[in-house]
């Protein structure tokens, strides 16, 4: 059987993005596929894009992606493109919106946020009625496995089996009717959800890294089995913590708020 390694919103964190390929190269998988988000918010935005380009075979467009490229106007898009080389910025700007394969049987999707926009937001784990998403929520989760024109998709397309998204940072899993959505977690940012600790904000960065292994038969339409695991890992966020201190990076003390607090 095959194993497909799929991992997102590294934003720029070279060392976490390192740490977890040298996990799934551990394991010995040898496909990865990244669900976007790669380079804004760290301080090695070309070398985590050259990790990127390397080690992954399919690598689809996020939010932060498209804002670098199409619509870099704030100080720290405009930094991050600023240390990214041509072929990085080549390679950002023609990114799809989405991947279809099949697994075992079924037709799974990945992308970075929704099949409607970068913008439109799913979270199952808690509510952005409150927030700039209000606009934006997917709420309903069958639109996750919409045929949109925004993926380039008709309603002539086969719909998918199983989604594989990003965006919002916190790995799930759950059972839609007879589909499955699932959301990888973030390598570089990754955020908690508190569900019952009132002691806490509802979420708050962590410093444990999270990717998703696929296991199946790659490429196959024959139904076969096929299964699903969630990885954790711990990485040197002191490392991290300091290339931003010991840079010139614009929102330092935002930046350096997050990882902080992660740690605490």
Not at 181 to 201: A, K, Q, Y
Request: charged share 25%; proline share 5%; hydrophobic share 35%.
């Amino acid at each position: 059987m095959d194993k497909i390694a799929l991992i997102a919103d590294s934003h720029g964190n070279l060392t976490a993005l390192q740490t977890v390929i040298n996990d799934i190269k551990k394991r010995g998988i040898k496909h990865i596929y990244c669900l976007g988000d790669i380079a804004i918010k760290g301080t090695n935005p070309n070398e985590v894009t050259d990790l990127i380009r390397e080690n992954c075979e399919v690598t689809v467009r996020g939010n932060c992606d498209h804002l670098l490229i199409y619509n870099c106007v704030v100080p720290l898009q405009k930094w991050t493109l600023n240390k990214l080389s041509e072929q990085n910025k080549n390679f950002l700007a023609n990114l799809p919106f989405s991947y279809d394969f099949y697994l075992s049987g079924h037709l799974v999707r990945i992308f970075h946020a929704s099949p409607r926009s970068l913008k439109h937001i799913f979270n199952p784990l808690h509510s952005n009625a409150e927030n700039d998403y209000r606009n934006f929520e997917i709420t309903d989760p069958k639109d996750m496995f919409e045929n949109t024109k925004f993926l380039g998709k008709t309603e002539n397309d086969p719909v998918p089996d199983i989604i594989g998204y990003a965006h919002i940072h916190s790995p799930n899993l759950f059972r839609y009717k007879n589909k499955l959505i699932f959301n990888t977690g973030s390598v570089g940012l990754p955020i908690e959800i508190d569900n019952t600790d009132l002691d806490r904000d509802l979420s708050h960065f962590s410093t444990m890294s999270s990717y998703v292994i696929l296991e199946g038969n790659l490429n196959s339409k024959e139904l076969s089995s096929y299964s699903m695991q969630l990885v954790r890992l711990p990485y040197d966020s002191e490392k991290e913590i300091e290339k931003i201190k010991n840079s010139d990076i614009p929102d330092k003390e935002i930046l350096l708020r997050n990882y902080l607090y992660a740690q605490s």
